[in-house]
């Protein structure tokens, strides 16, 4: 701020010499003011929102606010998000944006549409249903105190923040409670299955001995500097915080799941059966897409692409010599013992032994890479029936905390090998660690930027990342080839069944059915994406959509360009300014190839 009014001030003065001089510094130094200005707004409005949401805060490595968490379903907490985004749109729409350098008109766009979003979405009752098997304070905040997520346990106020966190998810909890039961009396309620499937997910942390308690592992895993006095301190609060305050809170929640909401929840699975529902799910579908698509529109292009994919992999099957029909490859490569381990640590082990070898491969198709470390995890136990096949978790740009790719090893002979390359490729390298981690070490963005996302860019360079396998060098094995197919194929199979169960009202067998019929996924993994489906809408479709509109743009870029096209820059050109919609990408491309030319 202070370095952009000097550079104000120095324009000015250089440009005192003549009228013509000073019709110019006049006219620079209105750019400037409001390039100052709107850094300025976008400043405050970074500080007050991590004020304002201190898990946030916490997990982009700014630590000032770990002794809280918001209560973020609240009336009062929904209601001054709410003025905050009126207060921010109407201070930016003052700004001329017309006075304004590129980079600083794409952040103003950003900036508005984000405000904007989100005061749409108010109309909508998401605090009435705000947990399910999928998405829950209850498993997140375990994965926060067991030391295994956002919250450092290194120092003694690390360990006293904890404390104070819990006592405000005593409060959320019982928030929570108080919306759904607000949803039962407004028609406002989560498919029933979904809760039954989240209330062994809760009941695994209400432990008669504390010392068993995921919560107590900071305690066990204590830093061996502490002295003995807050040593002995710790061991005590934390006792008595799980004992009397974090365990009573995960019962009072499983006990309104179990005796009361179960019975009221809707036996329906699809978003157009909720009240305005077929107008919510077209708002998460623009939301998660970035476009103005229809349903219907994205239904049509799910049936075509899974119709595509599937001559691909009759391909793989003459080339590896399968006699028989798609579906009897689907069983092969589901049931025959060689493309399984037989130890869940073997697959982990797996995905580890592959960073090395990809990040190499990497070189021939990025010159931008991020400097953040990685590694990989197994999903945790608890959540892992639940959990998708892989997740990503970033780093913090500090190197305080690594990119973590959460590989899921549940049911291990449901875990094919031969879908490992694809998967590492998506939530790995150069998949969501490359651009959520570039995007993140890029300080020249404004904090929103750097640390905000758009879905179906995020998922949509993950999937075209697994498209890379080949160009980089892998998927040599064409049953990994396969693998990349059938992912590709999933993510196709998604616009279909997302839709149906949203907008077709299809059921959950339609969508269980539709899944055997059509793609190789076993059917404990075809549960849990069903679920995962109805669980939070519209997010499976900016996989799919986001991958053709980057391909699209590739390809355009390609022709336009021919000898001139350098991969390596396009790749560059995508990833260095961070996520944005797919129409703002497209155009910043159409810059870009209009310079190169």
């Known amino acids: 701020m202070k370095n952009s009014v000097a550079a104000l001030l120095a324009v000015l003065v250089v ?89 600083d008109q794409l952040s103003y766009d950003l900036f508005k549409l984000n405000r904007e979003q989100s005061l749409e979405g108010n109309q909508f009752p998401f605090e009435l249903q705000p947990i399910n098997q999928f998405y829950s304070m209850t498993s997140f905040f375990v994965q926060l105190g067991s030391g295994t997520s956002a919250h450092p346990f290194t120092t003694v ?69 502490f002295s003995a006095e807050d040593r ?34 809707r036996e329906t699975v699809g978003l157009y059966a909720q009240p305005n529902g ?59 013992d060689q493309f399984f381990y037989d130890d869940a640590e073997e697959l982990i082990q797996g995905y580890r032994d592959m960073s090395g070898h990809i990040s190499e491969l990497t070189k ?18 608890f959540r892992e029936a639940s959990s998708s096949s892989g997740s990503y978790q970033a780093g913090t740009p500090d190197g305080s905390r690594p990119g973590i790719f959460y590989a899921n090893a549940y049911d291990i002979k449901s875990r094919g090998k031969w879908a490992m390359e694809s998967l590492f490729l998506h939530e790995a390298i150069p998949g969501h660690h490359f651009q959520i981690m570039i995007q993140r070490e890029n300080e020249a963005l404004p904090g929103f930027r750097r640390f905000g996302g758009f879905t179906a860019f995020s998922e949509g360079w993950g999937l075209y990342a697994e498209s890379l396998g080949k160009e980089l060098g892998v998927y040599t094995d064409p049953y990994q080839y396969f693998g990349a197919l059938n992912a590709e194929l999933w993510r196709s199979v998604r616009l279909v069944v997302d839709t149906g169960l949203h907008a077709k009202q299809w059921t959950r067998q339609d969508v269980l059915d539709y899944m055997s019929a059509n793609a190789a996924r076993p059917e404990v993994q075809a549960i849990s994406e069903a679920e995962r489906f109805m669980a939070i809408p519209g997010q499976a479709l900016a996989y799919k959509v986001g991958q053709l509109k ?29 996520a944005m919609p797919l129409s703002m990408l497209e155009a910043k491309i159409d810059r870009w190839v209009q310079s190169q030319l």
């Open 15 to 103: 440009f005192v010499g003549c009228g013509e001089s000073r019709e110019k510094s006049a006219s620079d130094a209105v750019a400037i003011d409001a390039g100052v200005a709107l850094h300025a707004l976008f400043d405050e409005h970074f500080e007050r929102d991590l004020e304002m949401n201190p898990l946030d805060a916490t997990f982009i490595g700014d630590y000032r606010y770990n002794d809280r968490m918001a209560n973020t379903n609240s009336p009062e907490y929904i209601a001054a998000a709410a003025a905050m985004d009126e207060e921010f749109l109407a201070r930016l729409l003052e700004i001329d944006r017309e006075q304004l350098n590129y980079q």
């Open 157 to 225: 106020k690390d360990y006293e923040d904890f404390l104070s966190r819990a006592d405000q998810f005593s409060i959320n909890i019982d928030q929570v409670i108080t919306n759904m039961k607000e949803g039962v009396k407004q028609g406002v309620t989560q498919p029933r299955i979904l809760i039954e499937k989240l209330v062994p997910q809760i009941e695994a942390h209400i432990v008669d001995d504390v010392t068993l308690s995921d919560f107590y592992k900071p305690v066990q895993n204590m830093p061996e500097d």
């Open 232 to 265: 002995a301190r710790l061991t005590a609060a934390y006792a008595d915080k799980i004992s009397n305050t974090i365990i009573p809170a995960y019962q009072r929640i499983s006990n309104f799941l179990g005796d009361e909401y179960i019975a009221a929840a």
């Open 278 to 336: 077929e107008e919510w799910y077209a708002y998460m579908v623009r939301l998660r897409t970035t476009t103005d698509m229809s349903p219907d529109e994205i239904h049509q292009i799910g049936l075509n692409e899974v119709a595509r994919i599937h001559e691909e992999m009759r391909g793989v099957m003459e080339e590896v010599g399968f006699d028989g029909t798609l579906q009897e490859f689907f069983e092969f490569v589901n049931t025959d």
């Open 364 to 381: 021939k198709l990025f010159d931008i890479m991020p400097n953040t470390r990685f590694e990989v995890r197994r999903v945790e136990p």
């Open 550 to 578: 980057i391909r699209e743009i590739r390809s355009k870029a390609e022709a336009a360009l021919g000898d001139k096209f350098n991969i390596r820059d396009f790749h560059t050109e995508v990833l260095k300014d961070g």
